[in-house]
């Protein structure tokens, strides 16, 4: 199965329309969102995307709570505030924002995949087992805007720029 992969939206709608647009095209089953909406914008962007929405907060965030107040309310949706755990096709799976602390999570040996955002720079790398990645930016500060492609079946992922 395909997961689209996207983070650090800071608001940037344009962007973050084109992104969604594109994944639906590569028909994931879920979107999952690595952090920094900065405001509910983003949210509601992805939220009413119509696919299933993984997701943690950024450093980056205002409107925390209507976010949170928001995301409870929908069947849809999973969310941790800074790591979410969880299980993809019989893959574990964490997701959190910061480079720092997906590092810890590959290290620990316990999952299969980890996924932050935050540098705003596309990488995926081997950790023993684990595959460390991260989609790259949906905002286009440091150039093209990316969004990745990961695949539970192969464990691997596809970063596409647009």
Do not use: W
């Given at each position: 199965m395909?997961?689209?992969?996207?983070?650090?939206s800071?608001?940037?709608?344009t962007n973050?329309?084109?992104?969604?647009?594109?994944?639906?095209?590569?028909?994931p089953?879920a979107?999952?969102?690595?952090?920094?909406?900065?405001t509910?914008?983003?949210?509601?962007?992805?939220?009413?995307?119509?696919?299933?929405?993984?997701?943690?907060?950024g450093?980056?965030?205002?409107?925390v709570?209507?976010?949170?107040?928001?995301?409870?309310?929908?069947?849809?949706?999973r969310?941790g505030?800074?790591?979410?755990?969880?299980?993809?096709?019989?893959?574990n799976?964490?997701?959190?924002?910061?480079?720092?602390?997906?590092?810890?999570?590959?290290?620990?040996?316990?999952?299969?995949?980890?996924?932050?955002?935050?540098?705003?720079?596309?990488?995926?790398?081997?950790?023993?087992?684990t595959?460390?990645?991260?989609?790259?930016?949906?905002?286009?500060?440091?150039?093209?805007?990316s969004?990745?492609?990961?695949?539970?079946?192969?464990?691997?992922?596809?970063?596409?720029?647009?």
């Amino acid at each position: 199965m395909k997961y689209a992969l996207l983070s650090d939206s800071h608001d940037n709608l344009t962007n973050l329309q084109g992104a969604i647009r594109i994944a639906k095209g590569l028909k994931p089953k879920a979107l999952i969102f690595l952090g920094d909406f900065s405001t509910s914008a983003s949210f509601d962007c992805l939220s009413q995307a119509g696919l299933p929405l993984y997701f943690v907060f950024g450093n980056v965030e205002s409107e925390v709570e209507k976010i949170v107040n928001k995301a409870k309310l929908m069947d849809n949706i999973r969310f941790g505030m800074e790591i979410l755990e969880f299980r993809l096709d019989q893959r574990n799976i964490a997701i959190c924002h910061k480079p720092e602390r997906a590092y810890e999570l590959a290290f620990s040996k316990n999952y299969d995949a980890v996924f932050h955002g935050h540098t705003h720079k596309a990488k995926s790398e081997m950790v023993g087992n684990t595959l460390l990645a991260n989609p790259g930016e949906i905002f286009g500060r440091l150039g093209n805007p990316s969004l990745g492609i990961y695949d539970s079946a192969e464990n691997s992922i596809k970063i596409i720029k647009f």
